[in-house]
């Protein structure tokens, strides 16, 4: 379960005093909550029979002593380790035996907390679902916070779309499309929940992808309730990734599901592209995903300067152009003009199951790229820099 992790926007003041998340009752019906922000004890978790409580001397064993060669990434939160347990007991196993664990320790010095750490437990220890990660469990013990969750052969999806090596196979049309359903089933979900959840977070460090290249959305540090009764938005302190903000949200901190949904059309973008929503490395006028690429989505020609080279023969314009389009609405400046999560998904099941890659594909996109590079008069930089570590943003 590694990611690579962004620059983060300004944090939530440490301290707020609780927060409002989500229990589901034996009916299967959502209910809201409250809960402290810094846990001081067990008692600040909500209680689930899907969750552990590990010690901190059994998550030492399952990771070897959390060794360096362990480490499956590094972010915000800490470093997270590769480790094994018992399937059945859930108990410390010798490597290579029972099944993988990945395991999160919080760093004290690190951006996010205490806070992010009981947000993840409370959320993902009631909520359940194929294209959400399953947490196992934790371990609060001392100044120790960890987090247990399955493991993800696949990792992320930002490693798949932006790191590049001869190990490293770029994903086809059809993952992408695939892993793009399965991230908006997942926001789907907590958009429709009884007590409607915002994720607040979606970015490509935030997929990651089982050994089938099933979609798994995971850190819901940040995630929030959604607003209630006549409420139209929920007021928060900024929070979340630069480059997949929502303007709205930035502006005014007023959060809604259609921020989200703006954020899925930037990732959308981007496994479109190939490229990162923020690049520096990209020449002058291309360092923003968005604004760069919104002026070629709307022509279907044109969208082959925005298109990834690897994808050439994988799909046909008419595809392509129904993608970006979605992308292009997802994008929409007035959140009232995107569509919500649950068109994204009827959008993203028609190109699924579309005919639409005929025999022609191939030709038709190899003709058109060579006919769109031969009118750019500058070459278009191919560098894809390793994500720093994430930062904080007055």
């Not at 909500?46 to 998550?59: A, M, V």
């Not at 929940?193 to 979606?202: M, S």
């Amino acid at each position: 379960m590694g990611a690579c992790w962004s620059n983060r926007i300004k944090a939530e003041s440490p301290y707020h005093t609780g927060f409002n998340s989500k229990s589901t009752n034996s009916s299967g019906k959502s209910s809201s909550f409250s809960a402290p922000l810094t846990p001081r004890s067990e008692d600040d978790i909500l209680r689930s029979p899907n969750i552990k409580s590990f010690s901190f001397s059994e998550l030492k064993t399952a990771t070897r002593n959390f060794r360096p060669d362990s480490v499956l990434g590094e972010g915000g939160f800490g470093s997270v380790f590769k480790g094994w347990i018992d399937e059945q007991l859930l108990t410390a196993a010798k490597p290579g035996t029972g099944i993988v664990i990945a395991v999160k320790r919080l760093n004290q010095e690190g951006f996010q907390g205490h806070k992010e750490w009981l947000t993840e437990i409370n959320y993902l220890g009631q909520l359940h679902h194929p294209n959400l990660v399953k947490l196992i469990g934790y371990c609060l013990e001392d100044e120790h916070r960890l987090l247990v969750y399955e493991f993800m052969p696949k990792g992320s999806m930002e490693n798949h779309l932006f790191r590049r090596g001869s190990h490293i196979q770029p994903l086809s049309w059809s993952l992408r499309m695939k892993i793009s359903l399965g991230a908006a089933r997942g926001l789907a979900f907590l958009h429709g929940a009884e007590t409607q959840v915002i994720y607040r977070d979606f970015k490509t460090s935030n997929i990651l992808l089982d050994s089938n290249y099933n979609t798994k959305l995971s850190d819901f540090g940040l995630a929030r309730d959604g607003p209630t009764g006549d409420k139209s938005h929920v007021s928060t302190r900024v929070m979340g990734t630069y480059g997949y903000a929502a303007p709205e949200y930035l502006a005014t901190g007023h959060l809604t599901t259609k921020s989200d949904v703006y954020s899925f059309g930037v990732v959308l973008l981007e496994m479109l592209s190939g490229r990162r929503a923020i690049d520096k490395n990209r020449p002058t006028g291309q360092h923003n995903l968005v604004e760069w690429a919104k002026p070629y989505l709307t022509n279907k020609r044109r969208l082959l300067h925005v298109m990834d080279a690897r994808l050439e023969g994988q799909y046909s314009l008419s595809l392509a152009q129904k993608a970006a389009n979605l992308a292009l609405q997802c994008l929409a400046i007035d959140s009232k003009y995107r569509p919500n999560i649950d068109e994204v998904v009827t959008t993203l099941e028609q190109l699924q199951d579309s005919k639409d890659i005929s025999k022609g594909a191939h030709n038709e996109t190899r003709k058109s790229s060579r006919s769109s590079a031969a009118d750019s008069s500058k070459k278009v930089a191919t560098s894809y820099p390793r994500p720093s570590n994430s930062l904080l943003f007055a």
